[in-house]
């Protein structure tokens, strides 16, 4: 849209300029030529009126009479006058014109032929000096268009994009956005109709989240007691049948915590509203303070490579036990500087974080199964890459090996442009902790 604006005012300030400056211009330049010719014929034709005073009280002609027709005052052109008198003598004033001239006649009363010659040049330039006033005055024109046009599209684009904001905070569950008034009647009435629906999704996601957490509580408190009721039964019980059945009860009871532990994760994932605008580079050095001191520890360096003004849309604490899982990652299969940075991801506003270290990279038998689960390479438990991709999807982002020798891993999220401004657009979240719990690998 705002670029729509632009091109639509630009377009009409260019027709304006066109149809109107430039037939201004050449109109002017015209009308000024004109009005110095008019000029210079009234200067012939008082110097022939001169001519008939003097032949008719007998006073004699002369050179010096016809100067002051042919100098310039300032203002007006200076001219080249020369008279024929009655009497067949030729009178001349003025410097001489040389090259391209324009001339005016007058003829007097008493047949005298007076000829006002001026630089064709002269009076071209006149005409230019208006023409190029007039096009002097169209690039300011255009140029406060354009700046208008800057204006009025920022206006208008501005809370669109707030809005298009809002709409994606709201996708992901989160608490109604504040957004100030665009003054624009259609987009204020978007903005209310859709601070409605956020209240009316915010009512029911608090409904469901009850509802998981109330269950959760309810199945946790019967199969904690069942659990602790099998293991006594393990003890007490000198029948080695019985214990054998009881320990087969017991994992059974288990697994069955695990399932609803994995129910109620994979309904808040599916629930979302944990994603909010997060600084990088706030979370990048709190784990940067947490680990530093180790790495130094086993003579190794940690550096980062963060820009401060990027922003993305993750969930503060999903993020920091990502970084610290790959962070780990590398300290224990890694070797020489681990490096966290952060780079553009293209035109569609990805926000890549890559973590790289110097060591002798992923195994080629474990490089395409690396993110798999009870997948190691016997350093680990094989669970931390693997939750820490779960973790990123959670958030709408991706977590791959970018490279293998060195091993550099790849965290693609969603980035947030200063443009948005999200202190206003986008809800504020909780600090992001920094002592995150670790997933070791």
Known sequence: MRRRVLQATIAAVTVAVVLLGFPLAFLGAQLVREN????????????????DFRVGLGIELNDQMFEPYATSDGSALPASVVVHAPDGTVYQAGDRVEGRTESVQAVSDQGAVVVLYVSWWELFWLGARVIALVVVAAVVAFAAGIAMAIWQANRLAAPLVYLAASAEQLGSGQVRPQLEPS????IDLVASELARS????????????KFASDASHQLRTPLTALSMRLEEIMLASDDEEVREEARISLEQVERLVRVVDDLLMASRRAQGGTTEAVRLVDVVHQQEEEWSATFEAVGRRFAVEVDPATQVLATPGALA???ATLIENSLRHGDG????????????????????????GVPDELAGRIFERDVTSGKGTGLGLALARDLASADGGRLELAQRRPAVFALFLSGVPASLRPDVVLPLGAVVSSRPDRRRR
């Open 36 to 51: 110095e010719v008019q000029r210079i014929e009234t200067r012939a034709q008082n110097a022939a009126r001169a001519v």
């Open 183 to 186: 003054g624009v009647e259609e």
């Open 198 to 209: 956020a209240d009316r999704m915010a009512g029911r996601l608090a409904a469901e989240r």
């Open 321 to 323: 036990q990502v970084l």
């Open 337 to 360: 500087t681990t490096t966290v940075r952060s780079r553009s991801g293209g035109p569609s506003g990805t926000v890549v974080v890559e973590v790289a270290d110097e060591g002798e």
